[in-house]
């Protein structure tokens, strides 16, 4: 579904990209064609058009697909700030909480994992959640906003308070068994949370890292099944 998502995006970047090279050469064509009729007729006409056209020089906005791209001057052309709709501001909020308690289970692993690819395993999930942390972090400041004040259990896959402190009290096998349980259903809620945002978000950044996160946590479910069964 996400590949989908972006494909269908990539092609239509794609034909945009192809109108606004068609668009600004004709422009080019059209302005040099009207420039050296000037010339021809009236030399204080053509000065006139390259100090007006150096003055306030044209934009060529593309037009929504199957639709011409308009040519406006500078002067009224404005960019609007990036956006973010409410549900990638809760995303990010949430996922905060969410990565932080990922990182909980992984460290409690280092020390009490039997196996040496859940301890390596673990050391990973460490190192790269413990990044996007940052980046989400980041993303609020930027942006003036609270890390937030949600209802973190309600979360999809947020396991509760007494969960990880019963998986402290465990070692060996039986703490593999459990660990691999209890990731796996956060993954999983990490990445439901990734597709929400995916559907509904509007942020760019937002998008980026959802995707990320979504494909790298669902590799990882497969990686960890294949850890406790091996």
Do not use: K
């Not at 052309?77 to 969410?98: A, C, E, F, G, K």
């Not at 942020?203 to 069964?229: S, Y």
């Amino acid at each position: 579904m996400l590949q989908q998502r972006h494909s269908t995006r990539r092609r239509l970047a794609a034909v945009i990209g192809i109108a606004v090279v068609v668009a600004l050469v004709a422009a080019i064509v059209h302005l040099s064609g009207s420039t050296a009729a000037g010339s021809a007729t009236d030399p204080g006409t053509a000065a006139s058009t390259t100090a007006g056209a150096g003055s306030d020089p044209p934009v060529i906005l593309p037009g929504r697909p199957g639709e011409e791209s308009e040519i406006r001057p500078g002067s009224q052309v404005t960019i609007d700030p990036p956006q973010y709709n409410s549900l990638d501001t809760w995303y990010v909020q949430m996922m905060i909480p969410h990565h932080t308690q990922a990182v909980q289970l992984a460290t409690l692993a280092v020390t009490r994992a039997d196996s040496p690819g859940i301890r390596a395993f673990a050391d990973r999930i460490r190192a790269g959640q413990s990044a996007e942390i940052d980046v989400l972090r980041n993303w609020l400041r930027e942006r003036d906003l609270p890390v937030g004040d949600h209802d973190h259990q309600a979360m999809p896959g947020m396991q509760s308070e007494q969960s990880v402190r019963e998986l402290a009290t465990t070692r060996g096998a039986d703490f593999d068994r459990r660990f691999v349980e209890m990731m796996s259903e956060h993954h999983q809620g990490a990445i439901d949370m990734s597709t929400r945002v995916l559907i509904g978000g509007t942020d760019l950044t937002v998008e980026e890292l959802a995707t990320a996160i979504a494909a790298e946590q669902a590799i990882e479910i497969n990686r960890l099944r294949d850890l406790i069964d091996a």
